[in-house]
């Protein structure tokens, strides 16, 4: 099988990289060289898919399907498509759940309103480009593009920092805030139960929008920070506290305290996707523990986390020491 993947150094798409590579598969990737690196046996091509021309490095290449995981101008997605459409049969793009309409209903499915975008468009917000993703994929192949709509990723080689964050703060021990209610339903997907579904999928030609996380309450807090408090071996004590003094306290789920949304919060509803189409599809999400454990031995190999490929760096998410210790006292 002949693998192209659009990026290849980034979280996703390093991690499709490296499926690829395990599955024996022949890899290339193709990006602007100027971030990262790849296993060894992968060819690079170089370009930049933004510039004029940019694309050149691809004429002439055949491959079995392709890996799209762009976040930026649609136009660009586009691009691609057209570029690859006579030597690539089946194109995979890396969406996300964040093309909804906001709020939108619990346990949606894939016919939900997404937001307005355009193929053309040359700028826009996050939710708008992967929605204009979308769009310019399908115009290009058809029912032969596969929309991935990914939910909250987790797993080895994060770069945003989410889990991470909670294991390197739980590794300092001490009391640790632990947002309630404890058997609150988290709703993820690891990176590499993404890809793998991604590439199965694609392989057998299977197109159109999938929303692509585990089921509601695959885990909860609870068992999510309990995991990480054993991985870390730090002793740490987890104090549970209700939402509400959290809230009151000005600090912001999912930014100030990852992964966290409590009930009723307006985007609630980003853990609460429905999912009955990809399951159907054959998805299957490995437990929160080896995600975690697998994370933990990732971070201590590689001490912090790494920088979003091509990307400016992201706010730092996680609470301040100091503004957790005040609510702690409180």
């Not at 000005?250 to 609460?272: K, S």
Request: with cysteine; glycine share 14%; hydrophobic share 45%.
């Amino acid at each position: 099988m002949r693998l192209l993947v659009l990026g290849g150094t980034g979280f996703v798409g390093g991690a499709t990289v490296a499926e690829g590579v395990r599955r024996g598969w022949s890899v290339t990737v193709f990006n602007r060289g100027l971030h990262g690196s790849t296993p060894p046996g992968v060819h690079r091509l170089r370009g930049d898919r933004t510039a004029p021309g940019g694309l050149a490095a691809l004429a002439g290449g055949e491959w079995d399907l392709v890996v799209d995981t762009w976040d930026g101008a649609p136009r660009a997605v586009r691009a691609a498509a057209r570029t690859l459409v006579a030597a690539v049969p089946h194109y995979a793009y890396i969406s996300s759940g964040s093309v909804y309409v906001p709020p939108a209903p619990a346990h949606m499915g894939e016919d939900a309103p997404t937001v307005d975008a355009s193929a053309d468009a040359s700028d826009g917000e996050y939710a708008e480009c992967k929605a204009g993703g979308e769009l310019a994929a399908t115009e290009v192949y058809g029912e032969r593009a596969l929309l991935v709509r990914a939910g909250l990723i987790l797993g080895p080689g994060e770069d945003v920092g989410r889990l991470p964050w909670w294991l390197q703060r739980v590794a300092r021990g001490g009391d640790v805030l632990a947002p309630g209610p404890v058997d609150l339903p988290v709703q993820y997907i690891d990176v590499r139960d993404l890809v793998g579904w991604t590439l199965d999928r694609a392989v057998e030609g299977v197109g159109g929008a999938f929303n692509v996380i585990s089921q509601p309450g695959h885990t909860t807090m609870g068992e999510l920070l309990d995991s990480v408090v054993e991985v870390t071996g730090s002793g740490a004590t987890l104090r549970w506290t209700d939402p509400a003094p959290i809230l009151a306290a000005g600090i912001v789920p999912w930014n100030d305290l990852p992964i966290w949304i409590p009930p009723r919060h307006e985007f609630r509803w980003l853990q609460e996707r429905g999912v009955q189409k990809a399951y159907a599809a054959g998805l299957t999400c490995r437990p929160v523990a080896d995600t975690v454990a697998d994370t933990w031995r990732w971070l201590e190999a590689v001490g912090s986390v790494p920088p979003r490929a091509g990307k400016p760096r992201r706010v730092t998410v996680g609470l301040d020491p100091a503004r957790e210790a005040a609510l702690l006292a409180a």
